[in-house]
């Protein structure tokens, strides 16, 4: 082949591939200016929300519940009623607590504190009574023997008072052998 034939052919594939790359070129160019046109688009609608978000008012509701809570009202009264009127099951309870179910403090504080007290003054009172009543017993048997051994005496001088010397003799000896006893 010749040299022109080569150069013809080279600059025929040269100018294919020179129209292939303006079209897609053109492609690309044609999808970047849409693309700018549609951001373009966006931004302003995007300024136009801002613009709305920042002149928005904000809305205050207002309501009125007082009827509500009157109806509510209503019907806890009414249903008060219902439950006060009905019939209740009485159950009568028995029990023996030996200790508290509520309050355990203050009931170990009544019993540690003031039964324990006063069981003690009332065992001391007692213990008291008990050595009083033998005390005046004691004194009382003392006195009785007391008067006893008085009228022993007594009667001893008036008989020995009264009595002959022989007499004497023998309640002398009485006296003595009582004593030695």
Same mark, same amino acid.
Not at 156 to 169: F, Q
């Given at each position: 082949? /010749?040299?022109? &034939?080569? /150069?013809?052919?080279e600059a025929g594939s040269l100018e294919i591939v020179l129209n292939e790359f303006?079209?897609?070129?053109? *492609?690309?160019?044609?999808?970047? %200016? ?5 951001? #373009? %688009?966006? *931004? ?5 929300? /801002? ?12 309501? &009125? ?11 806890? *009264? /009414? ?5 006060? %009127? $009905? +019939? ?6 028995? $029990?023996? @607590? @030996?200790?508290?179910?509520? =309050? ?8 540690f504190g003031r039964w324990f007290m006063w069981l003690a003054i009332i065992v001391? @009172? ?10 005046? =017993? &004691? &004194? ?7 008067? $006893?051994?008085? +009228?022993?005496?007594?009667?001893? #001088?008036?008989?020995?008072? %009264?009595?002959?010397?022989?007499? +004497?003799? @023998? ?9 030695? +006893?």
């Amino acid at each position: 082949m /010749e040299p022109k &034939n080569i /150069e013809k052919v080279e600059a025929g594939s040269l100018e294919i591939v020179l129209n292939e790359f303006s079209e897609e070129q053109k *492609t690309h160019a044609k999808s970047i %200016g849409d693309l700018v046109i549609a951001v #373009n %688009g966006l *931004t302003g609608k995007l300024i136009q929300l /801002e613009e709305k978000l920042d002149k928005r008012k904000d809305v205050t509701v207002h309501t &009125n519940t007082k009827p509500i809570e009157d109806i509510l009202k209503k019907a806890v *009264t /009414e249903t008060k009623l219902i439950v006060s %009127g $009905q +019939r209740k099951s009485v159950t009568k309870k028995y $029990q023996l @607590l @030996l200790f508290p179910e509520q =309050d355990a403090k203050l009931f170990y504080k009544i019993v540690f504190g003031r039964w324990f007290m006063w069981l003690a003054i009332i065992v001391f @009172l007692n213990f008291l009574y008990d050595w009083a009543v033998h005390w005046s =017993d &004691n &004194n009382k048997e003392v006195k009785l023997q007391q008067l $006893q051994n008085d +009228r022993f005496t007594d009667s001893w #001088n008036y008989l020995y008072k %009264g009595s002959k010397k022989d007499v +004497r003799k @023998l309640m002398d000896s009485a006296w003595v052998k009582s004593a030695n +006893r």
